[in-house]
Every structure is written in C-alpha cells, then in structure tokens.
C-alpha cells in the first residue's frame, strides 16, 4: 500500500502480558516515529528512528517500553509486562529527507488500539 | 520547550460555512514548523496543511487556509465551505525544525468540530 501501515488495529492484553505492535512505513521514508495518544488527547512523542538508529528515545515513559527497526523499514513497539495505563491508541508517522521543503512532513497510519484488562 | 494551545472545546458550524480552529503556540526555537491534522473517528491522523516559520505567506491547501501570526504565536485553521465529512477532531502541532521531517511534533488537545447540516 502507499501509505502508512500499523497492526493489529486492535490489541487486548491481559494486565502482565507482553504485546508488539508492528509499523510499516511508507516505502523509502529513512525517518520513523511513534506516537501514544490517550483517550481525548493529542498525540504523545514515544521514539524517533532514522533508518536503523534510534535516535530520540525520550518520550518512552518505562524501562517496559523497547522499540526497535533492525533494518530501517519495518519497526515494532514492544510493551513488556502491560499495565492498565497502557491502554491507549500507538500512532507510527514516517517522514521522508528527501524532496521539496514543506513536503518532508509525517505521516501517520490509522494506529493500534490497545486495551489493558 | 514548544507549547501547543487549543482552547476551544468543540465547535460547530452550518454546512457550507467557513469556520476558524484557533491555535496558539509557545517556543523559543528560531525556526519551526507548524502543522494541521485531521482525526476522523476512524482513528488516522489525516496531514491537512504545514506552514514554516519563514514563510512570508500564509500556507493554503484547497479549502484550507492557516492564519499564520508569528507575532502573536497563532496558527489558525480556516476551513472554507465546510462539508459533512468535516466532523472530526482537528489537532494543532509543531516542530522543532522547519519541516517537521526529523524532530518530534508537540500537539495541542485537539478540537472537536461538528458540521450541521
């Protein structure tokens, strides 16, 4: 697809568990990032990766919160040991350097909806 | 640290009418950008419109237009014509460099608007 791809769209997690929540960005875009947005609130910076580096990790808010994207395309947000305040919907943007000034902006996909019981 | 501000709560405007979404912003960064998205009840955040602090123009997209006021740090949307498909949340944000591709974007709370028809 051209755009922007998260899954699962929806993801319930027993309160413990550990879950992954996979990004495809758009194709060619080197730079990554994911977003937390809470119910009734804007989005929340999580990580930035360009290509493989992570460059900014410091919106993770636990030591429980790892991403990662091995190869520069595909990244995956893992949750370790989920706890109820986790629930939330993840955003990944991805965003292009190449191009003209005022084109290299972030795209989002439509999220992951994650319910913690 | 970059400050967005949405104070409107919700806002409603008659089909075919225009209506203005204010936005202020606080930073001390020479150079941002500042940004439109549109979240639809499906959950993606939708890019609308971008205007770079050293743009001398306001920025237009179609039926949207940003009000851009450096002096006194506002952003506002302005949605000409508004449609049904309108309705949704509409989030103002920003960036530390100029195109939002490589640094995080800070969003205000959003504003619900709601087209009547």
């Known amino acids: 697809g051209a755009g922007v791809s998260q899954s699962p769209r929806y993801k319930v997690a027993k309160r413990g568990q550990d879950v992954a929540l996979r990004c495809d960005p758009i194709?060619?875009?080197?730079?990554l990032f994911w977003y937390q947005q809470a119910l009734g609130q804007g989005p929340e910076f999580l990580t930035y990766?360009?290509?493989?580096?992570?460059?900014?990790k410091s919106g993770l808010p636990s030591d429980r919160f790892f991403a990662e994207r091995p190869e520069g395309s595909v990244s995956t947000l893992k949750i370790q040991r989920t706890q109820q305040e986790d629930s939330a919907v993840y955003l990944c943007?991805?965003?292009?350097?190449?191009?003209?000034?005022?084109?290299?902006?972030?795209?989002f996909g439509a999220g992951t909806r994650l319910s913690v019981l | 640290a970059q400050k967005i501000t949405q104070t409107q709560p919700g806002m409603f405007v008659q089909e075919k009418e225009a209506v203005t979404l204010d936005c202020t912003y606080d930073?001390?960064?020479?150079?941002?950008?500042l940004f439109w998205y549109k979240q639809p009840s499906s959950g993606e955040m939708i890019f609308l419109i971008y205007q770079g602090s050293y743009d001398q123009q306001n920025a237009t997209e179609g039926r949207y237009s940003l009000n851009f006021q450096k002096a006194r740090k506002s952003a506002n949307l302005v949605i000409s014509a508004s449609q049904l498909g309108d309705s949704a949340m509409y989030f103002c944000a920003m960036s530390r460099d100029v195109t939002g591709a490589n640094s995080k974007l800070t969003f205000g709370k959003g504003i619900t608007l709601s087209v009547r028809p």
């Open positions: 930073t001390s960064d020479p150079s941002y950008g």
């Open positions: 990766f360009q290509n493989e580096a992570q460059l900014d």
């Open positions: 943007a991805s965003s292009s350097r190449g191009g003209s000034l005022g084109k290299n902006i972030q795209y």
């Open positions: 194709s060619g875009h080197v730079s």
